[in-house]
Structure formats: structure tokens, C-alpha cells
């Protein structure tokens, strides 16, 4: 779900310096369990490039998001991000291109070594009614597994609710809850900058789909991600998005005590 910057926009924002790195509030497509860090301002940019045509024999915009996304409370084991995106490529609802989104949660590991990640939250909460308040609530748990020593990957699961009038199946009914999750681990075997993940969200709205996607850290603050999505309904034409993320620590430093 996401978010496109200009390149002279992101040549811009390669140029800010960040004192602390934060990892993207989503996964590929849904909400992670992660949380940004207090202070950190998490700037995102996505396309969303349609690779067919859909079932209708029209092909689709391009799908681009802006995004912002803050974290708001300075405690180690339990944080507050909110944040905004601005979409474009829906045809008449780019009249509405704003949505928001929070999230609360507790990091893997808080209080005990076997203790998950755990986040509630809420994403797409549109400005128009019955047009692009999907408002969709959800929880989510993330465990890091080992074989030893072996890190065998971080395994994500939760549930999700939207608005049951706009999302919708090929039928037209409503299809607007389920089960999400997603497998991720970076690979220290070929280089500590590189991620993989593999993402699932059900439902055959709009929003369910299969993703598979890697991303490359340039800097601490600065990463490009690269994914595919295969919809769960047929109808919609399958996607590859390219997603820039730029992280930078400001609001933090203004309150940070002497």
C-alpha cells in the first residue's frame, strides 16, 4: 500500500543526515510489527507498475504513494507512530488522496527472551465516506526463529477488519477481514544490507495478495525495496513496486534532555 518520490526529491533526501535507523513501518505491502523509533521521521516513496492488463483488457495506472510516518513516544519497550500517505492513480478518488495511519506496539523481546513483537493499529483511514474510508484495524505478533545459531527468519502473523462496502470481491461481496502475515530475514550470507521477504494478506479485494520482494540498505538511513504482487483476485492486474525509504532523526533532538 504506497508511496512515490520524484527523483530529484529522493537526491534531495540522500542528503540528510540521521543519527538513528529505523525499520520500515510495512513489511513489502501490509503493516509490520515494527514501530518507528521516537523522534524519526520515515519518509517513503512507492510505485506500484501494473505488468499486465487486467481482466477488463484495460491497463491500469501507476499507483504512487507518499508517505510520512513519525514515531511519538521516547520509551524502549513500548512506542507510538503516526503518520500520512498521499496516493494517486485510482481515477476519481485521486480527488481524495489523503490517508493516515498510527500504530502502538511492544518490541520482540520486551519482557523476556521468548516474548514476540506485538502492534495494533490502523492504515488507510480516508477523508470520504464510502470512497476511501477503508479504515482497516488489525493486530499483529512477530517471532525471530533459530536453528542454533542459524537465524532461520522473523515469522509474522495477525488478523485485519475494513470497511465491509468498499472492499469488496469479484463479485461484489463483501470481503473485508482475514489473516495476514509474512516471512523476512536479512541475509548476512551475502551482505548484512540485504532483505528478503515473503508476504501473504487475504481477502480478494484490493488488498489481498501474495508479495515477494528484497531491499538493499546504501546507508543506515537510506534503502530501496523491489517486489512483486500477485492479487488473490484474478481480476486485478499483478504489480512490481519500487520503494524508496529514507529515515532521519529532527523532532528527537529538540527535546532530547542536556
Known sequence: MKRYISTAMFVMLLSVP??????????IWAPSTDIQ?????HITGDMYLPTERDSAGNRPDTITNEGLTVGILPFEKFNVEAGFDHKTGFGDLDDYPMYFNAKGGIPE?????????????AYDI???KDKTNYNIIYGKAAKTFKAGDFDLGRISAGYFNGNDKLMLDQ???????GFFGAWERTIPE???????????QGTKSSYGCWNFGGSWKFSDNVSMLVGFERYNNRNYADTVTVQFDV?????????KKK
Request: include cysteine; proline fraction near 2%.
Open 37 to 41: 523509533a521516537y523522534g524519526v521521521m
Open 109 to 121: 523481546g520486551a519482557f523476556g527472551e521468548f516474548f514476540p513483537a506485538l502492534a495494533v493499529g
Open 190 to 200: 551475502i551482505s548484512d544490507k540485504l532483505w528478503l521477504c515473503v508476504e501473504y
Open 247 to 255: 529515515d532521519f532523526d529532527v523532532f528527537s533532538k529538540l527535546f
Open 171 to 177: 463479485n461484489g461481496d463483501k470481503d473485508n477481514d
Open 18 to 27: 540521521a543519527s538513528v535507523f529505523a525499520t520500515a513501518s510495512t513489511h
Open 126 to 128: 480516508g477523508t470520504e
